[in-house]
């Protein structure tokens, strides 16, 4: 679909800016990916001076992040991997998603070697496929309120990776949620799960204390942008 999304200079730009924030985390490198609508993938980016400081398996699973928000949110409602988790596991309602839509496996591994993380990086243009059920991908919304794709971030602890996320979406200008299965009516994560089980059925584990508090005060430090309204 033909929607104006980030380029490549841009993602890399905000993706350095945030990672060198705190988020919870290790503090690492990320890779970040950006598809459309369709699933194809727009961009692919990474913080660090040289490709080789993030890592390598990270790139694909930012991009499987991308794929999974964008393919199962719609336009009236946003579902990040962080909310998956609990639904995929044995007895929850969506038990075998993360298994449906594989890989290209072409798309991920294919291409030259040297144009990875570069503007010209061998996925984009190709769908990729691919479903992941943990935090670090949220879908695209734009300022009149319509689902352009999704974004995945991959390379820390999952609880950071969805941080870093929700950050740089916000930087994007692409968080014009319409609602979501959080407390607060969007598609931040979800911490509720007690002796094994969330309540919601959205819940995500706790990896770090710190990353939970930073993630619990997203909705007021990145707070999602309202849909503007047009003639």
Request: hydrophobic share 40%; net charge negative.
């Amino acid at each position: 679909m033909n929607h104006q999304l980030p380029s490549h200079e841009t993602v890399q730009k905000a993706l350095a800016e945030i990672v060198a924030q705190a988020n919870g985390g290790f503090g690492f490198h990320m890779w970040a990916t950006i598809v459309d609508r369709d699933g194809t993938v727009k961009a692919v980016a990474h913080s660090g001076s040289n490709r080789g400081e993030q890592w390598p398996g990270s790139r694909v699973i930012s991009a499987q992040k991308a794929n999974t928000a964008n393919a199962f949110s719609l336009p009236n409602f946003a579902l990040s991997t962080a909310n998956l988790f609990s639904a995929v596991q044995p007895g929850g309602s969506l038990f075998g998603l993360q298994h449906s839509n594989p890989v290209a496996t072409n798309v991920a591994y294919g291409g030259d070697a040297e144009q990875i993380g570069t503007a010209t990086d061998p996925m984009v243009g190709h769908r990729i496929g691919g479903v992941n059920v943990f935090g670090g991908g949220l879908p695209l919304y734009n300022a009149d309120g319509t689902l352009v794709g999704g974004i995945g971030v991959s390379g820390d602890s999952s609880a950071a990776d969805h941080n870093i996320a929700w950050k740089l979406r916000h930087a994007l200008g692409l968080d014009h949620v319409p609602a979501g299965v959080s407390p607060t009516g969007d598609d931040n994560i979800v911490y509720d799960i007690e002796s094994g089980q969330s309540k919601s059925g959205w819940g995500h584990p706790v990896v770090a204390t710190e990353a939970v508090k930073i993630a619990q005060k997203l909705p007021e430090t990145h707070p999602v942008n309202k849909v503007v309204a047009t003639a």
